[in-house]
């Protein structure tokens, strides 16, 4: 999909031999809060900074787009670590499509791009697909 004329392009890296599953399941469920996606909440423009910037815990933030193979690639392991760190970090995802503001103000050029604030401030930035022990590191240095 292309951009609106006036909007940022966000670039989507392609990673070789990266298998998906077919079809690709993900559960949600509608809370009064938002909606969860496999313990993920995703937030939008309008809630970034009550859910991200206010959070008295740590927040790992996924910057995606659903058009994006790398991006459903690492999906299961964000969705791991929000489970393994349930209640020491807040794991939210923000559809880049649908939301060019938050993108546009963190500098976001390219997905799958993963931002982890403290105390409402970047503590560190991972962009492309990465293992799950890269993300790990950066998550203990933050809880």
């Known amino acids: 999909m292309a951009p609106a004329l006036g909007q940022p392009s ?3 890296g392609l990673l070789p031999l990266i298998t998906l599953p077919s079809p690709l399941k993900v559960r949600s469920s509608q809370t009064k809060e938002g909606v969860f996606v496999a313990d993920v909440l995703s937030v939008s423009d309008a809630t970034f900074e009550r859910e991200v910037l206010h959070s008295p815990i740590p927040v790992l933030v996924d910057f995606w787009a659903p058009w994006c ?3 459903r690639a690492i999906a299961p392991l964000v969705d791991e670590l929000a489970k393994e760190y ?3 970090l ?8 649908d939301n060019p503001e938050t993108p546009a103000r963190y500098g976001v050029r390219g997905i799958p791009n993963l ?3 403290k105390n409402g401030e970047v503590k560190d930035q991972i962009v ?15 809880v």
């Open 10 to 12: 966000i670039a989507c």
């Open 69 to 71: 193979g790398p991006c």
């Open 86 to 88: 349930a209640g020491k």
């Open 90 to 97: 807040k794991v939210v995802k923000i559809n880049v499509d």
């Open 115 to 117: 931002v982890l604030f």
């Open 128 to 142: 492309g697909a990465v293992p799950k022990a890269v993300l790990e590191k950066a998550v203990q240095a933050v």
